[in-house]
């Protein structure tokens, strides 16, 4: 079965500067997909980041990272140049690729950003 | 470009009422899939619909039920509510059945007296 893990409960990070959120996965299965999520207090969940189980390259998009250590099964995302608005919950989730996408969330992690 | 939308935004209910909730998929979506998210957890997966039909369930029981409509809109509906099924309900939407990064709604807050 898939399991994702997320150890740390809350982190605090200054304005400006980068934070790591860590994650790790369970599976058995070569083909999955890993998935960072943000829910600030309004609730809605945004797509952020997406790595795909045979890709070589760390995915980016803009200021996030995902930083892929598949003999770990590490999945953590960084986050540069924190902003105010970088404030919420960090969701880690997997699917497997079986045709379709079935999203397993670990607990998550809440960040604050101060100024 | 709408997204994904959901209604009602909150709802209260009583123990053993039913509820409806809805979704529309972002424009171009053909599959929904449904979440619960209890008070400090992460979402749960409930369902997933494409073609009008129930892909695959998660573990909840058959009280869960939905349905998708040709538009590809969907329902989730919970008949005896309980206590414990008070939570945010969020629908996801996705593209070519499900094979897509899914994109989800602003959720819908129930809450069970």
């Known amino acids: 079965a898939q399991k994702i893990t997320q150890t740390q409960p809350g982190m605090f990070v200054q304005e400006k500067e980068a934070v790591t959120l860590d994650c790790t996965y369970d599976?058995?299965?070569?083909?999955?997909?890993l998935f960072w999520y943000k829910q600030p207090s309004s609730g809605e969940m945004i797509f952020l980041i997406y790595?795909?189980?045979?890709?070589?390259q760390n995915a980016t998009e803009g200021r996030y990272s995902l930083n892929f250590q598949k003999a770990r099964k590490s999945a953590n995302l960084v986050i540069s140049a924190s902003q105010l608005g970088d404030s919420a919950m960090y969701f880690c989730?997997?699917?497997?690729?079986?045709?379709?996408?079935?999203?397993?969330f670990g607990t998550g992690t809440r960040l604050l950003v101060s100024p | 470009d709408a997204g994904v939308t959901q209604s009602p935004t909150h709802l209260i209910k009583t123990r053993g009422q039913q509820v409806t909730l809805r979704c529309s998929p972002k424009?171009?979506?053909?599959?929904v899939s449904w979440y619960q998210q209890a008070l400090g957890q992460g979402p749960q997966f409930i369902f997933q619909?494409?073609?009008?039909?129930?892909?695959q369930r998660g573990n909840f029981p058959d009280r869960f039920s939905g349905h998708q409509f040709p538009n590809y809109s969907s329902e989730l509906n919970v008949n005896a509510l309980l206590l414990g099924d008070s939570a945010l309900y969020l629908c996801?939407?996705?593209?070519?059945?499900?094979?897509?990064?899914?994109?989800f709604g602003p959720g819908t807050r129930l809450l069970v007296l």
């Open positions: 996801a939407s996705s593209n070519r059945g499900g094979e897509e990064t899914q994109y």
């Open positions: 599976t058995s299965d070569p083909s999955y997909g």
């Open positions: 790595q795909g189980s045979y890709d070589q």
């Open positions: 989730a997997m699917s497997l690729n079986t045709g379709f996408q079935k999203l397993v």
């Open positions: 424009s171009g979506h053909d599959t």
């Open positions: 619909y494409y073609e009008e039909e129930e892909r």
